[in-house]
């Protein structure tokens, strides 16, 4: 018998055929696997800011912080996520919850370590030129932790890319939908389109954020220099 000329109707792993006919779908999917790891990502950095500050600014609150964001981190995705089912329920807000706690480990150890990695002279030289508290952590204090602040959303982004994946058991999961659906069926070019779709995501925010630090810390360059 005579093979099948589509490739689709073979079933394999690479298939134009498939990119061509699936393109909307591929689209919808790609939009909302950028779209849940860009909101996740920004609101655990709007929440991990305070956070690293107040471990910052009182010592005893930095064990609590730090101890807690870890246990956060430590719970599997899965479980995660059926806590916070009677929340938020089978929503992409359940996704975005959960890929907030997981983000908050990454980012508040980052960017607390880059506010005690501050020199105590350059601090002491800002009072002495009049920069009061705000105008300190503004003007001085931040960007001299933005590296390593840029270090955990570079992770953080990355591991979110991945993890908006787990959110197809929910109908929330951007490509993992797709890549779901195809193991459920052994539809091979799917799976295969979709998982490369999302390394290259991964990629491209990684390489993005690293242009963005760059930009903002023209210092580092001239010291490697």
Known sequence: MTPPDDCLARNEWICGTYLSTR???????VLQHLELTAVSVLTALAVALP?????RRWRLAA?????LTTVLYTIPSLAMFSLLLPVYGLSASLVVAGLVLYSLTLLVRNILAGLRAVPEETRQAARGMGYGPFRLLLAVELPLALPAAMAGLRIATVSAVSLVTVGAIVGFGGLGNLIYAGMNTYF?????TASVLCVVIAVAADVLLLG???LLTPWTRAARA
């Open 63 to 67: 064990g609590p912080v730090l101890g």
């Open 212 to 214: 963005v630090q760059r």
């Open 188 to 192: 091979k070019a799917q799976v295969l």
């Open 51 to 55: 956070l690293a500050l107040v471990a």
């Open 23 to 29: 393109r909307h779908i591929l689209l919808d999917a």
